[in-house]
């Protein structure tokens, strides 16, 4: 190296040793040697406004790396960054950044303040009449409930003063003390076991006895008129490390203050927040709530960021039911009826005065907008006729696939009826017919501004604090017409539901549907959003193949043409080899071709179901994960004489999985089977001795037959050259990676790690071994079916 060389390497170096030390902020003695990396590659594609994509296995201890790089370019004086923001999709990768955040504080050094950190929930986790069932507030209806009474509290703010409503509450809750009165045993509202200097039952106040929210009052009255509404939290968040909805709801409803109005004002002040995807990529969240926090000043840590993808899809799309374009059309029609009826009859008839001031109120609140009573009349035309077309659609589509429907309402099946070829994009029905039919794009367009003006003015003349259609119909409406038709896709989507009210033999007995906008290529969306932060990490134990990845989120896009740095590593498992066996079964691919329905006795079936009853009698609990429930059923009959209990995953509701879930931990080994497709094999911790094997049959491909999933292969096809790899093989070879990854999750755990079918094992036309990644091609070594059984005892013996 060149002089010049040495002076620069040394340059580097003296910068390097000036930067502050990241290893106080770490919560461990001593970090493994791929978290040092991790680290410090993060911090150093951070100084250039870049991402890290990394991929860890179980035992890398990603939080802790992710939390140590964040907090370190938080506290580094020479740093832009002021807060990390934690996005993940599973709760219980939410608890684990909450435990490693109290780690670090306990462990820091003893002159460091503690590092401030929230966890962001919703207004039903911190709301205290919510958790306290009282004013008629419960998580039906928190939401509508809190909104309405935040507005009456605004303008009865407006009227008087924050603090009078405030005292007047406090006066009422006095009262009730000094009579001794009792509510439910208690004349305090207690949430969280904390009482709040309020009575039960929301006060009224004003010359109409106004209803109000005496918790946003006090709020309001801690507000400064000019400063930061950091300023109106009462209590010093600076000192308590990681603040969680109970000590919201105890500190600030103690202080008789809105816990959630307090957690607003929070967000830009502490150093680490903690949420899920929906805080950063769903509009409606980010626009009312996190807006604050997409900044080039936030570190963006996106766990699970293998979930990104799929999750971010369903937050950019879109749709308007059947029920909701009818309950718009009422709506709009309360607003219409008033001033219509008076028009009609003449201005010199007879009215009531109660109908002349709601005729009056409506008039002066058009006014003061632009929207026309004429063209409310044409959206609600328009919403009309778009339920008459919805109805026809369905029923012509019913006819046509399942003649005798009416006859067999409970065995209708969710469905879907593409609305253009979902391979060959263009223009789709619905918005040709509408141009046939005189919806021209005027209406389209102005349907949102039409509709929030049809809420306002409900809000105005109502106060039922109830949840309005017509607004999220009429935005729908305006995004169906505004956004292309190569990238989204357009449908009716008929979802399988039950409503005695309507006919006998209407579909709207058993089904609600759906006009549904789907955007098929998310990567702009997220690149976009990602592009706001100042970098971040992506990390998952399954994120391979990198690349694709990259290309899918957008990274690739911020590398390319905005050029800011993606920066790819891969940690494979820490933990002693010796420990685990993994097996890449050569059995025959378990496809529908090959296998048959369940009932057949075929070559693949019989191949699959031997394997099952190997890996079944390993000791110990065993999962066994298959591509759908249908399946599923079928592999836990195949187990009919295993020696252990056989415990079936079946589409049920949170709470009969957490049941089963339990059921399975607890008492004798067992053998649960489910499906790929559930919430058994993501996000559960199955440590210790709770899982020692672990069988993956097949590689669980969604249907490639629905339209919706023909429109994101072709849309990936054109964005990327090979959409069923990008679009389908990748997806599904992640969510076999993920069960499989449950059975090792520590040092001294011990266990089997089998997946069966030879796509997994060979290399074909059809092969998914290249999906695995590096480190897994080398664990999973193929192997025969005739050599399974010796391999299987080798190990449990050896």
Same mark, same amino acid.
């Given at each position: 190296?060149?002089?010049?060389?040495?002076?620069?390497?040394?340059?580097?170096?003296?910068?390097?040793?000036?930067?502050?030390?990241?290893?106080?902020?770490?919560?461990?003695?001593?970090?493994?040697?791929?978290?040092?990396?991790?680290?410090?590659?993060?911090?150093?594609?951070?100084?250039?406004?870049?991402?890290?994509?990394?991929?860890?296995?179980?035992?890398?201890?990603?939080?802790?790396?992710?939390?140590?790089?964040?907090?370190?370019?938080?506290?580094?004086?020479?740093?832009?960054?002021?807060?990390?923001?934690?996005?993940?999709?599973?709760?219980? /990768?939410?608890?684990?950044?909450?435990?490693?955040?109290?780690?670090?504080?306990?462990?820091?050094?003893?002159?460091?303040?503690?590092?401030?950190?929230?966890?962001?929930?919703?207004?039903?986790?911190?709301?205290?009449?919510?958790?306290?069932?009282?004013?008629?507030?419960?998580?039906?209806?928190?939401?509508?409930?809190?909104?309405?009474?935040?507005?009456?509290?605004?303008?009865?703010?407006?009227?008087?003063?924050?603090?009078?409503?405030?005292?007047?509450?406090?006066?009422?809750?006095?009262?009730?003390?000094?009579?001794?009165?009792?509510? $439910?045993?208690?004349?305090?509202?207690?949430?969280?076991?904390?009482?709040?200097?309020?009575?039960?039952?929301?006060?009224?106040?004003?010359?109409?006895?106004?209803?109000?929210?005496?918790?946003?009052?006090?709020?309001?009255?801690?507000?400064?008129?000019?400063?930061?509404?950091?300023?109106?939290?009462?209590?010093?968040?600076?000192?308590?490390?990681?603040?969680?909805?109970?000590?919201?709801?105890?500190?600030?409803?103690?202080?008789?203050?809105?816990?959630?109005?307090?957690?607003?004002?929070?967000?830009?002040?502490?150093?680490?927040?903690?949420?899920?995807?929906?805080?950063?990529?769903?509009?409606?969240?980010?626009?009312?709530?996190?807006?604050?926090?997409?900044?080039?000043?936030?570190?963006?840590?996106?766990?699970?960021?293998?979930?990104?993808?799929?999750?971010?899809?369903?937050?950019?799309?879109?749709?308007?039911?059947?029920?909701?374009?009818?309950?718009?059309? $009422?709506?709009?029609?309360?607003?219409? /009826?008033?001033?219509?009826?008076?028009?009609?009859?003449?201005?010199?008839?007879?009215?009531?005065?109660?109908?002349?001031?709601?005729?009056?109120?409506?008039?002066?609140?058009?006014?003061?907008?632009?929207?026309?009573?004429?063209?409310? &009349?044409?959206?609600?035309?328009?919403?009309?006729?778009?339920?008459?077309?919805?109805?026809?659609?369905?029923?012509?589509?019913?006819?046509?696939?399942?003649?005798?429907?009416?006859?067999?309402?409970?065995?209708?099946?969710?469905?879907?009826?593409?609305?253009?070829?979902?391979?060959?994009?263009?223009?789709?029905?619905?918005?040709?017919?509408?141009?046939?039919?005189?919806?021209?794009?005027?209406?389209?367009?102005?349907?949102?501004?039409?509709?929030?003006?049809?809420?306002?003015?409900?809000?105005?003349?109502?106060?039922?604090?109830?949840?309005?259609?017509?607004?999220?119909?009429?935005?729908?409406?305006?995004?169906?017409?505004?956004?292309?038709?190569?990238?989204?896709?357009?449908?009716?989507?008929?979802?399988?539901?039950?409503?005695?009210?309507?006919?006998?033999?209407?579909?709207?007995?058993?089904?609600?549907?759906?006009?549904?906008?789907?955007?098929?290529?998310?990567?702009?969306?997220?690149?976009?959003?990602?592009?706001?932060?100042?970098?971040?990490?992506?990390?998952?134990?399954?994120?391979?193949?990198?690349?694709?990845?990259?290309?899918?989120?957008?990274?690739?896009?911020?590398?390319?043409?905005?050029?800011?740095?993606?920066?790819?590593?891969?940690?494979?498992?820490?933990?002693?080899?010796?420990?685990?066996?993994?097996?890449?079964?050569?059995?025959?691919?378990?496809?529908?071709?090959?296998?048959?329905?369940?009932?057949?006795?075929?070559?693949?079936?019989?191949?699959?179901?031997?394997?099952?009853?190997?890996?079944?009698?390993?000791?110990?609990?065993?999962?066994?994960?298959?591509?759908?429930?249908?399946?599923?059923?079928?592999?836990?009959?195949?187990?009919?004489?295993?020696?252990?209990?056989?415990?079936?995953?079946?589409?049920?509701?949170?709470?009969?999985?957490? $049941?089963?879930?339990?059921?399975?931990?607890?008492?004798?080994?067992?053998?649960?089977?489910?499906?790929?497709?559930?919430?058994?094999?993501?996000?559960?911790?199955?440590?210790?001795?709770?899982?020692?094997?672990?069988?993956?049959?097949?590689?669980?491909?969604?249907?490639?037959?629905?339209?919706?999933?023909?429109?994101?292969?072709?849309?990936?096809?054109?964005?990327?050259?090979?959409?069923?790899?990008?679009?389908?093989?990748?997806?599904?070879?992640?969510?076999? &990676?993920?069960?499989?990854?449950?059975?090792?999750?520590?040092?001294?755990?011990?266990?089997?790690?089998?997946?069966?079918?030879?796509?997994?094992?060979?290399?074909?036309?059809?092969?998914? &071994?290249?999906?695995?990644?590096?480190?897994?091609?080398?664990?999973? /070594?193929?192997?025969?079916?005739?050599?399974?059984?010796?391999?299987?005892?080798?190990?449990?013996?050896?």
């Amino acid at each position: 190296m060149s002089s010049e060389g040495d002076e620069a390497a040394a340059t580097a170096d003296d910068e390097t040793s000036a930067r502050p030390d990241w290893r106080p902020i770490f919560g461990h003695d001593e970090p493994y040697d791929d978290q040092v990396d991790g680290i410090e590659t993060a911090i150093d594609t951070a100084d250039e406004g870049g991402f890290l994509a990394l991929e860890g296995a179980c035992g890398t201890g990603k939080t802790m790396l992710a939390l140590t790089a964040g907090i370190h370019l938080v506290r580094d004086p020479d740093s832009k960054f002021e807060r990390v923001f934690v996005l993940t999709s599973v709760k219980q /990768q939410l608890r684990q950044f909450e435990e490693d955040l109290r780690t670090i504080n306990n462990n820091l050094p003893d002159d460091w303040q503690p590092i401030s950190a929230m966890t962001l929930v919703g207004k039903a986790d911190v709301c205290p009449y919510n958790l306290a069932n009282a004013g008629d507030i419960d998580d039906t209806n928190v939401y509508e409930r809190c909104e309405g009474l935040r507005e009456r509290t605004r303008g009865l703010a407006d009227e008087t003063t924050p603090g009078s409503l405030v005292d007047q509450a406090r006066s009422q809750q006095v009262g009730l003390a000094d009579s001794g009165a009792q509510n $439910n045993g208690a004349s305090f509202l207690e949430a969280a076991g904390e009482p709040t200097p309020y009575p039960h039952d929301t006060p009224e106040a004003g010359d109409h006895d106004v209803e109000y929210c005496p918790f946003y009052a006090q709020y309001l009255d801690d507000l400064p008129e000019d400063g930061d509404p950091v300023e109106a939290v009462p209590f010093d968040h600076t000192e308590m490390g990681l603040i969680e909805s109970e000590d919201l709801v105890q500190r600030a409803g103690g202080h008789g203050s809105c816990p959630h109005s307090v957690m607003g004002a929070l967000l830009s002040h502490v150093e680490v927040l903690v949420g899920n995807y929906y805080h950063a990529f769903d509009p409606t969240t980010v626009e009312s709530f996190t807006g604050a926090l997409i900044d080039d000043e936030t570190f963006v840590v996106c766990d699970e960021a293998h979930m990104l993808e799929p999750r971010v899809r369903d937050l950019v799309g879109d749709s308007v039911s059947d029920r909701a374009l009818r309950d718009a059309e $009422n709506e709009l029609s309360r607003v219409i /009826q008033p001033v219509a009826a008076i028009e009609e009859a003449g201005h010199g008839a007879q009215h009531g005065a109660e109908a002349k001031q709601k005729a009056a109120t409506i008039r002066e609140e058009l006014q003061e907008t632009e929207v026309t009573l004429s063209e409310l &009349r044409d959206t609600r035309r328009f919403l009309t006729a778009l339920g008459d077309e919805l109805d026809r659609r369905v029923t012509e589509h019913l006819d046509e696939e399942q003649p005798g429907w009416k006859r067999n309402l409970t065995d209708l099946a969710d469905g879907e009826i593409p609305l253009r070829d979902p391979e060959t994009p263009g223009t789709d029905e619905l918005t040709r017919w509408a141009e046939r039919n005189g919806f021209d794009a005027r209406i389209w367009t102005r349907a949102e501004t039409v509709c929030a003006v049809a809420k306002h003015v409900l809000d105005t003349l109502d106060d039922d604090d109830k949840r309005r259609a017509v607004s999220g119909v009429g935005r729908t409406l305006a995004t169906w017409y505004r956004v292309d038709h190569t990238d989204f896709f357009r449908e009716i989507e008929l979802e399988r539901t039950w409503d005695d009210t309507q006919p006998a033999e209407s579909w709207k007995r058993a089904y609600t549907a759906s006009f549904s906008l789907h955007n098929c290529l998310p990567a702009g969306a997220i690149g976009e959003q990602l592009g706001e932060f100042g970098a971040g990490v992506l990390m998952s134990a399954t994120l391979e193949p990198l690349d694709v990845f990259t290309e899918v989120t957008g990274l690739q896009h911020l590398e390319e043409e905005e050029d800011r740095p993606v920066v790819e590593r891969t940690y494979g498992l820490e933990f002693p080899e010796e420990n685990r066996a993994s097996f890449a079964l050569a059995a025959p691919k378990f496809t529908y071709s090959n296998r048959g329905d369940p009932g057949e006795k075929t070559d693949t079936r019989r191949a699959h179901a031997t394997a099952i009853r190997r890996v079944a009698d390993s000791p110990g609990n065993v999962l066994v994960g298959m591509p759908s429930y249908r399946e599923a059923e079928w592999a836990a009959s195949v187990l009919d004489n295993c020696d252990k209990e056989v415990l079936l995953d079946e589409a049920t509701d949170d709470v009969a999985t957490e $049941n089963l879930k339990q059921e399975f931990f607890d008492g004798e080994p067992k053998v649960l089977v489910t499906s790929l497709r559930g919430t058994l094999t993501e996000g559960v911790d199955y440590k210790g001795d709770r899982l020692s094997a672990a069988i993956i049959c097949g590689v669980p491909i969604i249907n490639t037959a629905s339209p919706r999933t023909r429109a994101v292969r072709t849309a990936y096809d054109r964005a990327f050259g090979d959409g069923f790899k990008y679009a389908l093989s990748v997806p599904a070879v992640r969510k076999a &990676r993920q069960a499989i990854g449950r059975v090792i999750r520590g040092p001294g755990e011990t266990g089997v790690r089998v997946l069966c079918d030879e796509r997994y094992a060979r290399d074909s036309w059809d092969s998914v &071994r290249e999906l695995l990644g590096e480190a897994e091609r080398e664990e999973f /070594q193929p192997v025969s079916t005739d050599m399974f059984d010796f391999a299987l005892e080798r190990f449990w013996s050896g």
